[in-house]
């Protein structure tokens, strides 16, 4: 196996074992939501229902005044869910404040928006932690990567907030963050009105509701042999997976030009897992002026393992205006063989 090849499984293995030290926190947030939309529905129906069932007549009803100044009172405390709004939330919430008259079925269904709004807030603050540290670990190790096979010591910038804004805010397979995350909340939020809608109209007691609401949330479990999933669950993983791939790739270009490298090799890890795609881009060298991601840079596609390498075919004729020279002598500086760790400390980076 040669250095680089080495390098790109070391690669792909640190971003997937950021990606899945953050399941258990990203399951948490989902089974905390799926109590919390229960709870509602059960205490809608211990408020209206008659032999356990509840009418669509009866869900549509108005809410009486007291009812009403309690609901208002909840809009109130929505207010900061508004603020930070992933979707039309904050529309919703205040369309409704100015309403004189809701029904119990409107209520009920901001409710459950509110707290699918809290849910997926949460799923784009950690996909958005998890993608900063990917992408600053990934950028390091790079740059210590290139160092340690060139023997060339060089001058860089520090990770930078812009740099990592800029990674967080460019859509990756077609979206954002935000955008997908508002995909997922609209497409809960209409499963969980389909739902609740035909228990009313069939007259189905609020056990059915927690029955489907797990069906759509579903499972995520890692294992020897990786993440497996269903439902919402699943898509939140695969949304930090990709997200997170496309960090690792965008780091390792970032420290190919910081380093003042020319041209990278796509590096496939090849394996039964491994795409056409990525098989047919494999060994292929562009350059790094003109990279474009899912073209000729990975990733490639949705849950992409490909990664690159710097490509310098003469080592002993590579040069860069980055190489570091010592003040006395005028010669480039060799680094030494270290580990990480220690490189890390001098570049001041031992932190990130």
């Given at each position: 196996m040669t250095y680089w090849e080495q390098?790109?499984?070391?690669?792909?293995g640190r971003m997937e074992?950021?990606?899945?030290?953050?399941?258990?926190?990203?399951?948490?947030?989902?089974?905390?939501?799926?109590?919390?939309?229960t709870n509602e529905v059960y205490s809608f129906y211990g408020k209206y229902a008659k032999e356990n069932s509840v009418t669509l007549?009866?869900?549509?009803?108005?809410?009486?005044?007291?009812?009403?100044?309690?609901?208002?009172?909840?809009?109130?405390?929505?207010?900061?869910?508004?603020?930070?709004?992933?979707?039309?939330?904050?529309?919703?919430?205040?369309?409704?404040?100015?309403?004189?008259?809701?029904?119990r079925l409107q209520a009920?269904?901001?409710?459950?928006?509110?707290?699918?709004?809290?849910?997926?807030?949460?799923?784009?603050?950690?996909?958005?932690?998890?993608t900063a540290q990917v992408y600053t670990q990934q950028y390091y190790r790079r740059l210590f990567d290139i160092e340690?096979?060139?023997?060339?010591?060089?001058?860089?910038?520090?990770?930078?907030?812009?740099?990592?804004?800029?990674?967080?805010?460019?859509?990756?397979?077609g979206a954002d963050i935000s955008t997908r995350l508002w995909r997922q909340d609209i497409d809960t939020g209409f499963k969980i009105r389909q739902t609740l809608n035909e228990m009313f109209i069939?007259?189905?007691?609020?056990?059915?509701?927690?029955?489907?609401?797990?069906?759509?949330?579903?499972a995520v479990r890692v294992g020897k042999d990786g993440v497996k999933g269903t439902g919402k669950k699943y898509e939140a993983y695969r949304l930090l997976y990709n997200e997170s791939s496309y960090a690792s790739g965008q780091a390792d270009l970032d420290a190919y030009r910081a380093d003042g490298l020319e041209e990278y090799e796509i590096v496939a890890t090849l394996d039964m897992r491994t795409s056409e795609i990525c098989r047919e881009q494999d060994s292929k060298h562009y350059s790094v002026s003109e990279a474009v991601t899912g073209v000729n840079f990975p990733p490639f596609h949705v849950n992409c393992r490909t990664t690159t390498?710097?490509?310098?075919?003469?080592?002993?004729?590579?040069?860069?205006?980055r190489i570091a020279r010592d003040t006395k002598t005028g010669k480039s500086v060799r680094v030494p063989s270290m580990t990480y760790?220690?490189?890390?400390?001098?570049?001041?980076?031992?932190k990130k």
């Open positions: 390098r790109a499984i070391d690669s792909v074992s950021a990606v899945s030290g953050a399941v258990p926190e990203l399951v948490q947030s989902f089974e905390k939501a799926k109590q919390s939309l007549a009866q869900a549509q009803k108005a809410l009486n005044f007291a009812e009403l100044r309690e609901f208002k009172s909840d809009l109130q405390a929505f207010e900061q869910l508004a603020r930070e709004s992933i979707g039309t939330f904050n529309l919703q919430v205040s369309n409704l404040s100015k309403q004189a008259r809701i029904t009920l269904e901001t409710q459950c928006d509110a707290i699918l709004q809290k849910l997926y807030q949460e799923q784009k603050r950690l996909a958005e932690r998890t340690q096979y060139t023997g060339f010591q060089f001058h860089f910038s520090q990770v930078s907030m812009v740099a990592i804004e800029q990674v967080l805010k460019t859509p990756v397979m069939t007259g189905r007691p609020p056990q059915d509701f927690a029955e489907e609401l797990q069906q759509a949330i579903g390498a710097p490509y310098i075919p003469n080592l002993k004729d590579f040069k860069s205006t760790k220690e490189w890390a400390k001098t570049k001041g980076a031992s």
